[in-house]
Nanobody
Framework: QVQLVESGGGSVQAGGSLRLSCVTS????????VGWFRQPPGKEREAVAL??????PAYYADSVKGRFTISQDSGTVFLQMNTLKPEDTAMYYC????????????????????????????WGQGTQVTVFS
């Protein structure tokens, strides 16, 4: 099982930015999906941004499109969060280990990460993000 350690959370005023990092402390298979989920107080865990293996498009929740960017470099997964809103307040979790789904658009076939948190086998401890107005 992959060990994941998140950092970068904190408190920020609405409109501000934060950058989360997730370091993989053990070998992570390169054919699995990685990414970020969040769980607001009293609500279920939801997918925020996910990366499938290979040169395939990332997944973004509709609520964060255009504001958040996920990237990966040498075993570290980043989540750049801009124009933060109070509704982004949540515990943010890094996750890994999901098998990608194959989709087709016409003659083009590509991989997409599952948004169901139960598909992910490894989780970090979480980092709190609080956005105040």
């Amino acid at each position: 099982q992959v060990q994941l350690v998140e950092s970068g959370g904190g408190s920020v005023q609405a409109g501000g930015s934060l950058r989360l990092s997730c370091v993989t402390s053990t070998y992570a298979p390169t054919n699995n999906c990685v990414g970020w989920f969040r769980q607001p107080p009293g609500k279920e865990r939801e997918a925020v941004a996910l990366i499938p293996p290979g040169d395939n498009p990332a997944y973004y929740a509709d609520s964060v499109k255009g504001r958040f960017t996920i990237s990966q470099d040498s075993g570290t997964v980043f989540l750049q969060m801009n124009t933060l809103k109070p509704e982004d307040t949540a515990m943010y979790y890094c996750a890994a280990g999901a098998t990608p789904l194959r989709r087709s658009f016409g003659r083009v076939s590509y991989l997409t990460p599952p948004a169901d948190p139960t598909e992910y086998t490894s989780w970090g401890q979480g980092t709190q993000v609080t956005v105040f107005s």
